[in-house]
């Protein structure tokens, strides 16, 4: 019995958020790198710029968590954000053993939402019925899941105000195949009563060390970088990536800015803006940061710095060059730190990303390929194994 509880308050610890990977000092020096001498044997494949990473964020004005007995799902997450045409609510189910979540939500074209996430997705009505009043949350949601089961689900329970004094969640191992994630988390509280049942088969919730319910809202922002494919032109005055998301091609236009210094490239629509930073603005351009802003936040849901400044991975060069670098979440500095290894190999350019803290992060390397036809570059980012 002892060693079933200690097994219990260990698999709990994994759930509960830390305090940042590194303290500011340390950031400091961390990422007070000289710049790398790369010596470089080729002009640019390209005369644009080169995003060797995706990345992504969101930040949810409400996110009710449940986990029931089902063996085939190990998590639901039922996430509303805000968009200029009102709440949108997003159903996120974490299947069993694999732990990839997949979407559904009452979007036409749902695959051109956010291209830059490679998770599964599924259009289908959502319907949400709110009866809340000023003090507790009273929720029922109805939808039709990837699996083609028809899903109920009620909450009811305190808004999440209780304020948590660390903020840096843990992934608890979902999406790992997809995904490099990092999370904030303000504010969570425990539900009084859920339900969910599966095609009208109700399970009960799992329980935390076998008492509480594992029942939950939260306020909370995830953002990180993702896996994916996805080709980069520039043709005709025009900037633009095609991403390749369960065989559907979705196209988004990019504006390039540039001063004597500099370039920035953006791209936005209505709920996010994601911009890529670059020292230098002619021969060699070295990405420095990457960051995504929400349309109704004032931080950036993720920012990624990079020191040194990575080498411009549209030239060949000899050798290997790695940088260090941070990634934060909705202004919560430090939420996660690694290293990044740019080379060229078999006429590509490759980049490594190798998460080095919190523990959360460090199953999730990555893999950059990106080879040159005329006048483009394929992208393609892949989730690494684990080294035996």
Same mark, same amino acid.
């Given at each position: ?52 990473? &995706? ?159 594992? &029942? ?35 196209? &988004? ?136």
């Amino acid at each position: 019995m002892l060693s079933s509880l200690i097994t219990a308050c260990q698999g709990l610890k994994k759930m509960l958020p830390e305090g940042p990977a590194i303290s500011n000092t340390e950031r400091t020096s961390y990422l007070e790198n000289t710049p790398h001498e790369v010596i470089y044997t080729g002009d640019a494949k390209v005369d644009f710029p080169i995003m060797p990473l &995706q990345v992504w964020a969101a930040s949810y004005e409400l996110d009710i968590i449940l986990v029931s007995k089902n063996p085939k799902w190990n998590m639901h997450e039922y996430a509303k954000l805000a968009t200029l045409e009102g709440d949108l609510w997003i159903m996120k189910d974490a299947a069993e053993p694999s732990l990839d979540q997949f979407i559904t939500a009452d979007l036409d074209n749902i695959e051109a939402w956010l291209p830059e996430l490679p998770v599964v997705r599924k259009s289908y009505p959502v319907e949400v019925t709110d009866n809340s009043t000023s003090k507790m949350l009273d929720l029922t949601f109805g939808y039709e899941n990837i699996a083609g089961e028809k899903i109920k689900a009620t909450y009811k329970g305190k808004y999440p105000t209780t304020a948590l004094k660390k903020k840096n969640g843990s992934t608890m191992g979902h999406s790992r195949n997809q995904l490099l994630v990092g999370l904030d988390l303000p504010y969570r509280d425990f539900g009084k009563k859920a339900t969910i049942s599966y095609d009208g088969e109700a399970y009960k919730m799992e329980k935390l060390l076998g008492l509480v319910p594992f &029942q939950m809202a939260l306020k909370q922002t995830q953002g990180g970088a993702s896996s994916g494919n996805f080709d980069i032109t520039y043709q005709d005055n025009k900037y633009q990536t095609t991403h390749h998301n369960n065989e559907v091609a979705i196209q &988004q236009d990019w504006e390039i800015e540039q001063n004597t210094a500099t370039t920035k490239i953006s791209q936005k629509n209505d709920f996010r803006t994601i911009e890529y930073h670059y020292l230098g603005a002619g021969e060699t351009l070295l990405l420095q940061s990457a960051s995504v802003l929400q349309w109704n936040k004032k931080e950036k849901g993720v920012r990624i710095e990079f020191s040194p400044a990575l080498p411009d991975l549209r030239r060949p060069f000899e050798g290997e060059y790695t940088s260090n670098f941070v990634l934060d979440i909705a202004g919560q500095n430090n939420n996660a730190i690694g290293t990044v290894t740019a080379k060229w190999q078999d006429g590509a350019a490759i980049l490594l990303v190798n998460p080095a803290a919190p523990w959360w992060v460090t199953d999730r390397p990555m893999q950059t390929t990106i080879n040159y036809e005329s006048n483009a570059a394929k992208v393609a980012i892949k989730m690494l194994p684990l080294a035996e």
